[in-house]
């Protein structure tokens, strides 16, 4: 009888288990689906208009193609120039709420959520400060944008850079055709010894950063701890008694919270995604995380992750104080007149993601960077502390046993990459935007994409570097940080 019973059971399971297979190949996500893929749409629409100055066709060849993204013919879409807005659907091949987008000042675009509409404008956040002063064609670099027109120092190898540079284009013999170089640009020694940028592109031009972005707001994070304002072993901002308060600033920024890594599961239709183009609040998601396992033991990449530490900031500095530190802590103080870090419909900066910026902008945080948080053109001004430039490239010990490979929200060369400096480390952000710092070359490369199949096939920053390195003097390589750095 019991066996007759256990091969009742174990039939009814399978049973149970091919139907569930067959239920689970329905999309039950498909309406949230189409709610973001407008919601893009409207925001590189209303981002690559009145923040990049892109054209229509340029977006809609570039910007839009991520993916192979489905998108509305521009019979769907409505620009008003005056409001500086987009509004994306309403009909066409994706049915589904009208998704907004507005400008706002010193913040770039915003998405509205697809409750609301243009009558609610006055209500999201911008940012009123006046532009950094003087005009940065007449002021030298790196503080502006007049370069000297010296040739490369000694030794430095001119048609190696342009071998680099016809490498990083020909993506056909080198690399994949979706890999589209937007500008290359390389500062050794504190000059720019090469700067070349592919058509409709200029020294101007500012496109997202994507998780480029990171980096950043790491950088701004480690000013606000050299201020008293944040430590890096404090417990993040959950009420007392909950078992997250074991989850520090240190593990955050390190890529192992132990927290939930929600975006890992499906980021087109949950997660971080949904505050980046349906509307969400950054910062309720990111919270709104369970513990899976004890912190600092596991690396997994979460964009929730960077945004729990941003959100620590704001609670550090206040809300009053909050938009205008970016500015005044950092992109002001190093001459980013072209950074525009955006935030969400609730005034959280989204710096997991969303910085729109230009090559030489990036060039110049680089080179920040390899003088360990000093900035050479103000006396010797310390910006970021050293201690904390050694943090960001000191591997996160959660990455120990897989090749040391990430810092504090930057990329490490892994260990098993035997052809490059060890000592480099880099930003990296989706469709191929790069800032790589080399410090036994005394080096920063910059590589700006629109790359369209950026997760099949991504640009290879280190073969980059690779590539760059040839045209410079052979020096001894420097190895990254092995203790765990404390600021």
């Known amino acids: ?251 955050v920024l390190n890529m192992s919270s132990g927290l939930d890594p929600v975006d890992n599961h499906k980021c087109s239709v949950v997660g971080s995604c949904l505050s980046y183009f349906g509307g969400t609040s950054s910062v309720a998601g990111a919270l709104d995380r369970g513990l899976v396992s004890k912190p600092g033991t596991r690396w997994d990449y979460e964009n929730y992750d960077t945004l729990l530490a941003v959100y620590a900031l704001k609670t550090a500095l206040g809300a009053k104080d909050y938009l205008a530190f970016p500015r005044k802590a950092l992109l002001d103080r190093i001459g980013m007149r072209n950074t525009m870090l955006g935030v969400d419909r609730f005034g959280d900066f989204v710096l997991s993601s969303q910085v729109y910026t230009n090559a030489r902008d990036l060039a110049r945080f680089g080179l920040l960077y390899l003088n360990r948080g000093r900035w050479p053109h103000k006396d010797g001004e310390t910006i970021i502390p050293e201690s904390w430039i050694d943090f960001s490239r000191t591997p996160a010990p959660a990455t120990a046993a897989s090749g040391r490979f990430y810092g504090g929200q930057w990329w490490l060369v892994p260990d098993d990459r035997k052809d490059i400096p060890a000592d480099a480390y880099a930003t990296n952000g989706n469709r191929g935007q790069y800032t790589i710092v080399v410090p036994s070359y005394n080096l920063v490369i910059v590589r700006r994409g629109l790359d369209w199949l950026p997760y099949e096939h991504s640009f290879p920053r280190w073969d980059l570097t690779r590539e760059v390195l040839e045209a410079f003097p052979k020096r001894p390589w420097g190895e990254k940080p092995s203790p765990i750095a404390s600021p």
């Open 1 to 251: 009888m019991r066996s007759t019973r256990r091969r009742l059971t174990v039939g009814i399971l399978s049973l149970l288990t091919t139907a569930q297979a067959a239920r689970a190949e329905y999309n039950y996500h498909e309406q949230t689906e189409r709610l973001l893929t407008l919601g893009t749409q409207a925001l590189m629409i209303c981002e690559g208009l009145f923040v990049s100055n892109r054209t229509l066709d340029q977006i809609y060849d570039q910007e839009l193609k991520l993916d192979e993204m489905p998108v509305l013919p521009l019979e769907f879409v409505k620009i008003d120039d005056k409001l500086r807005t987009v509004a994306v659907g309403g009909a066409g091949n994706l049915p589904g709420p009208v998704m907004r987008a507005a400008y706002r000042e010193g913040l770039g675009c915003i998405v509205l959520s697809p409750d609301q509409n243009f009558t609610d404008i006055d209500s999201l956040p911008e940012l009123s400060m006046p532009p950094l002063p003087g005009d940065a064609a007449t002021i030298p670099w790196p503080d502006g944008d007049l370069v000297s027109g010296k040739p490369p120092p000694k030794g430095v190898d001119a048609k190696a850079l342009e071998a680099a540079w016809d490498w990083t284009m020909d993506r056909k013999t080198h690399g994949h055709p979706s890999q589209i170089t937007l500008s290359l640009l390389v500062v050794y020694r504190g000059d720019i010894v090469f700067e070349r940028y592919a058509p409709g592109v200029d020294m101007k031009t500012r496109t997202r950063t994507w998780s480029t972005a990171k980096s950043i707001a790491s950088a701004l994070i480690g000013v606000a701890v050299s201020q008293g304002k944040l430590a890096l072993d404090s417990p993040l901002p959950y009420p007392e008694g909950d078992p997250r308060r074991t989850v520090t600033l240190r593990h």
